[in-house]
């Protein structure tokens, strides 16, 4: 489960900028082994452009989707 402690996750899921937030979140923050949450990849591919990610972070993603 993602924490998302400074907004109501349910109200984000809502709307496209927010399930954008919350793969951004999961993202640069780490998903943890417990949670047994993965990262989609298909959303990733899906919102690669509006993704607001640091930029080590995004190379690897490229990397390891692409293979670029």
């Known amino acids: 489960m993602v924490i998302i402690w400074d907004y ?5 899921k ?3 900028s927010g399930r954008i937030l919350i ?6 923050n780490g998903v943890y082994l417990k949670d047994k949450e993965k ?3 298909k959303l990733v591919k ?3 452009d509006k993704l ?3 930029p080590d972070r ?4 490229k ?3 692409w293979g670029n």
């Open 14 to 16: 809502k709307t496209e």
């Open 52 to 54: 607001h990610l640091e």
């Open 39 to 41: 990262i989609p990849i």
């Open 46 to 48: 899906k919102y690669w």
């Open 63 to 65: 990397f390891l989707i």
């Open 23 to 28: 793969l951004e979140r999961m993202i640069n």
């Open 8 to 12: 109501d996750i349910n109200e984000l």
């Open 58 to 61: 995004r190379r690897f993603l």
